[in-house]
């Protein structure tokens, strides 16, 4: 299975947001220049998980994003469910396009079912808080790469 460029991205802004401090606003291009992707991307994104009450917007010129909840409340599993819009891994996982003809018989759909359900079942058991387990890494590569690209844009 594959995550859309969209649920990853999601899953980076909050990355991003979290390694800031609780009240540190940033914005679009900020986080659009450290992981070199489209800003126009980002704000779809950053709108969603506005949206969903994941982040904060602060309008204005001194505005920016935030987490808008504590990273230990933001459940993994459930942001891919939100951000995934197409879970059906095999045509017969969708019976409006199901033209399989071996379908009433095959046992594949249940296999790769259950693999989806155990899928789903760890990333439940993870937050954003999880994924951040060596922050101060994260921090010091956020730190020397924003370093880094101001030396090479001066």
Sequence with gaps: MRLTNYTDYSLRV???LALKDKEELSNIKEIA???QISKNHL????????KWGLIETIR???GGIRLSINPKEINIGKVVRKTEDDFHLVE???ASRNDCIISPVCGLKHVLNEALVAYFNVLDQYTLEDILQNKEMFSQYLSSNSLEKKQQEG
């Design 14 to 16: 909050l990355i991003y």
């Design 33 to 35: 220049d450290f992981y």
């Design 43 to 50: 704000m779809k994104v950053t709108y969603e998980l506005g």
């Design 60 to 62: 204005g010129r001194n």
């Design 92 to 94: 017969c996982f969708d």
